[in-house]
């Protein structure tokens, strides 16, 4: 118990550096290329934290088990939003950028929408179960090239409104030490991540909780730690662009990328109660477009306490079903 005590306080402590390191990298490194922040954290923060996600299922899809991978989506997904989103915003209001709000939510609800029509599709054709055939994760793959396309357009028209700016800031790092501090922060993030798992399990186990519980919260919110520490700090260092775009981007990841791939390699079986799993992302998906179009498009400490309250249900309610 001392020994996962320990691991569990060195992974925090590891999650906090690293995700102080990755957020001071990734601002940097938006300003020596002559990119917004939010440009950062859609892409290279949450893409980077999304690793944990893509690993474990990629394993378990060259092993022949895919049957958490589903989960390790969805429940990361849900995480995301409900969790992440939902604990940014008590710690500080999170500003929306316009954009956020018409077209990059809009890209996420969409890419929900083809996971719940391609969880559906095998059982409106007669099939016994449902299940993400390889025709579905290709499908998957392309929306993320949809996604970048339209960021890439980002990217070049904003170089040219900040490459000044970038030029005159005092005391900017240079763009290979800006690289080395969010690479950095991101390894330590996923090294944290594993600490943190492994002492929170070990307590658990010792405490006599079951491996369905443990697996359906502390491992399931240990692939989200990432995001979850990348976006606290950020939130606490007025980032909110790097916050919110790194749950969007991340999520867009998980179910393009990680789903996707996961899907093309070997078929990914959809759960029982996966279907009420993907109506919940759904509705939290759109809850959060909501929050994000409303009051000045802040997201306020009350909206994030309502996001975090559905999510703690939600989770609560499925453990002790």
């Known amino acids: 118990m001392t020994t996962d005590l320990l691991l569990l306080l060195l992974g925090f402590t590891v999650l906090l550096g690293g995700g102080d390191a990755l957020v001071r990298g990734a601002t940097a490194l938006a300003r020596r290329l002559g990119i917004s922040p939010l440009v950062v954290g859609l892409t290279v923060v949450a893409f980077g ?16 088990s895919t049957a958490i991978s589903f989960g390790n989506v969805i429940g990361s997904n849900l995480a995301n939003i409900g969790l992440i989103v939902g604990l940014a915003a008590l710690l500080r209001p999170l500003a929306v950028q316009s954009v ?11 890419a929900t929408a083809v996971a719940v029509v391609f969880a559906l599709d095998s059982v409106l054709d007669g099939d016994a179960s449902s299940r993400y055939g390889r025709g579905d994760g290709i499908v998957l793959l392309l929306l993320l090239a949809v996604f970048l396309y339209y960021t890439a357009g980002d ?41 943190t798992v492994k002492g ?52 867009l990841f998980n179910l393009s990328v990680v789903l996707g791939a996961t899907a093309a390699l070997r078929p ?42 559905a999510y703690l249900i939600y989770v609560s309610a499925r453990a002790l079903l």
Do not use: K, Y
């Open 49 to 64: 934290t999304s690793a944990p996600e893509l690993a474990v299922n990629l394993t378990a899809a060259l092993r022949g």
């Open 100 to 110: 956020v709000v018409r077209r990059e939510l809009p890209m996420m609800l969409l």
């Open 155 to 195: 990217v070049f028209r904003e170089r040219e409104s900040m490459r000044g700016e970038a030029r005159l800031a005092p005391g900017a790092w240079s763009f290979r030490v800006s690289l080395f501090v969010a690479a950095a922060g991101l390894v330590a993030l996923v090294g944290g991540a594993h600490l």
């Open 200 to 251: 929170a399990v070990g307590i658990a186990r010792d405490a006599g909780i079951s491996e369905a519980v443990i697996g359906l919260t502390v491992v399931a919110i240990g692939t989200s730690l990432p995001e979850l520490a990348a976006s606290l700090v950020a939130a606490w260092r007025g980032q909110a662009e790097i916050a919110l775009g790194n749950v969007i981007g991340s999520n």
């Open 268 to 309: 990914i079986p959809v759960p029982a109660g996966g279907v009420v799993d993907l109506t919940m992302l759904c509705a939290l998906s759109m809850l959060l477009w909501w929050v994000c179009a409303t009051h000045e498009r802040r997201i306020i400490r009350a909206e994030g306490a309502v996001l975090l309250t």
